[in-house]
């Protein structure tokens, strides 16, 4: 008895924390919305990323993580950003770089604020819970499957290191 009443409290606790999350829905590069709240349960990786930048790199590394550790269920969510003035001149443009030179096929939002005053709210809730703004492109933030900021890396931080796929295993763990 005792641990189903902590399974439902842990699903409660859950549920709360991802009802946390502000303006949890970001508009898609492909056409309509990403929601948060639709992968509820499982780790999302979110990253800010440019397509003119010296980080471009991340991208392969970034696959690569999401092929590694999908079927377990970790997303990972590209954020396409021009706020560091690297980014193609259009959603278009960035879908085909992104698919023509790296076979990207996670889901990508389209081009987002993520800092300053006009930043999206996901990212100014990231700020408000954790101090963590983007500096630079290719910035991750990792929300754990219950819906809390898990931990944010800087650009420095590669994708398949063994710091961010120590994290993502704990994550899925949860």
């Given at each position: 008895?005792?641990?189903?009443?902590?399974?439902?409290?842990?699903?409660?606790?859950?549920?709360?924390?991802?009802?946390g999350l502000?303006?949890?829905?970001f508009p898609?590069?492909?056409?309509?919305?990403?929601?948060?709240?639709?992968?509820?349960?499982?780790?999302?990786?979110?990253?800010?990323?440019?397509?003119?930048?010296?980080?471009?790199?991340?991208?392969?590394?970034?696959?690569?993580?999401?092929?590694?550790?999908?079927?377990?269920?970790?997303?990972?969510?590209?954020?396409?950003?021009?706020?560091?003035?690297?980014?193609?001149?259009?959603?278009?443009?960035?879908?085909?770089?992104?698919?023509?030179?790296?076979?990207?096929?996670?889901?990508?939002?389209?081009?987002?604020?993520?800092?300053?005053?006009?930043?999206?709210?996901?990212?100014?809730?990231?700020?408000?819970?954790?101090?963590?703004?983007?500096?630079?492109?290719?910035?991750?933030?990792?929300?754990?499957?219950?819906?809390?900021?898990?931990?944010?890396?800087?650009?420095?931080?590669?994708?398949?290191?063994?710091?961010?796929?120590?994290?993502?295993?704990?994550?899925?763990?949860?």
């Amino acid at each position: 008895m005792i641990r189903i009443f902590g399974f439902l409290t842990a699903m409660f606790l859950a549920g709360a924390a991802w009802a946390g999350l502000p303006h949890k829905v970001f508009p898609s590069i492909d056409g309509g919305m990403l929601n948060l709240a639709d992968w509820q349960g499982q780790p999302v990786l979110v990253v800010n990323m440019a397509s003119r930048c010296g980080f471009t790199h991340q991208y392969e590394g970034l696959q690569t993580l999401y092929d590694t550790y999908r079927d377990q269920g970790l997303i990972v969510l590209a954020v396409p950003s021009d706020d560091f003035g690297q980014e193609l001149s259009s959603a278009e443009a960035v879908k085909d770089f992104c698919k023509m030179t790296f076979s990207l096929d996670m889901p990508m939002a389209d081009i987002t604020r993520v800092r300053g005053a006009k930043a999206h709210p996901f990212y100014q809730f990231v700020k408000d819970e954790t101090g963590f703004t983007p500096r630079w492109n290719f910035n991750k933030v990792l929300i754990g499957p219950d819906g809390s900021v898990l931990g944010t890396w800087t650009s420095n931080v590669e994708p398949m290191s063994s710091k961010m796929r120590t994290a993502v295993e704990a994550a899925l763990r949860n």
